[in-house]
């Protein structure tokens, strides 16, 4: 399997066999305070290099991160011209599910996590800063339950219960509710978090397990 290139972020990589591409975002969502991290940018960079590809498979296991990094990333994936096939190989929490939403199929590992939540930020200033970020999270919300809503045939308000609740999909729940199209029985990458104070109502099957996860995740790029 060739690379198409050297890449940077932690848990990031792609590469084309044949007309084939997989994509493996097993990594945050954007760059982070400290420089690292999954940018659309770059993967913007990386799909510009496939445009021979027929068949895209992108492999998750990301606790999310920048929902707008996310939204580049969603948009760019439903506008290739290629097939999509989305593979949960973990987890796909937060802005990563939004990002799974743009497979022509969605197929999450037995073990397999997805979680769903309201906008957030961290945001500074006087009554009218806070107010105008508010705005803006309330659009950021509507505009994700709508991308949620035609993929899973759910209804706005159900949705929005569900995000403000933080609500997390095991593989069952994910299938239920249409944001997965099949289960992968015999593939059982582990889900994890690494910082359970990210999230309220964490599941505690996803407490970290570091040591385990990174063991099992390595095993499974090496033999795929």
């Known amino acids: ?36 991290g999954i940018t659309a940018k770059q993967f913007a960079d990386d799909l510009g290099k496939l445009k021979s590809a027929k068949t895209i498979d992108v492999r998750i296991n990301s606790e999310g991160g920048d929902v707008f990094e996310a939204k580049t990333i969603y948009s760019l994936l439903n506008e290739h011209k290629a097939r999509v096939n989305m593979h949960i190989d973990g987890l796909a929490a937060s802005s990563a599910s939004f990002i799974a939403m743009a497979g022509d199929s969605i197929a999450i590992s037995e073990g397999g996590f ?41 209804s706005a308000p159900e949705l929005e219960n569900m995000m403000a609740a933080e609500t ?20 059982r990458v582990a889900a994890s978090v690494r910082d359970p104070s990210r999230f309220k109502q964490l599941p505690k099957s996803l407490l970290p397990k570091r040591a385990a996860v990174a063991a099992l995740l390595e095993n499974f790029r090496t033999n795929n």
Request: charged share 15%.
């Open 1 to 36: 399997m060739g690379s198409v290139a050297k890449l940077k972020a932690p848990g990031y990589s792609v590469a084309m066999r044949g007309d084939t591409a997989t994509i493996y975002l097993y990594g945050q969502i954007g760059a982070s305070f400290f420089g690292d």
């Open 114 to 154: 997805m979680m769903i939540h309201n906008a957030w930020t961290i945001s500074a200033g006087n009554a009218a800063d806070l107010r105008q970020t508010a705005n803006l999270l309330d659009n950021v919300d509507a505009s994700i339950v709508a991308v949620y809503s035609a993929r899973t045939g759910l």
């Open 168 to 187: 997390w999909l095991n593989s069952e729940d994910a299938i239920k509710h249409g944001f997965a199209t099949e289960v992968i029985q015999n593939q």
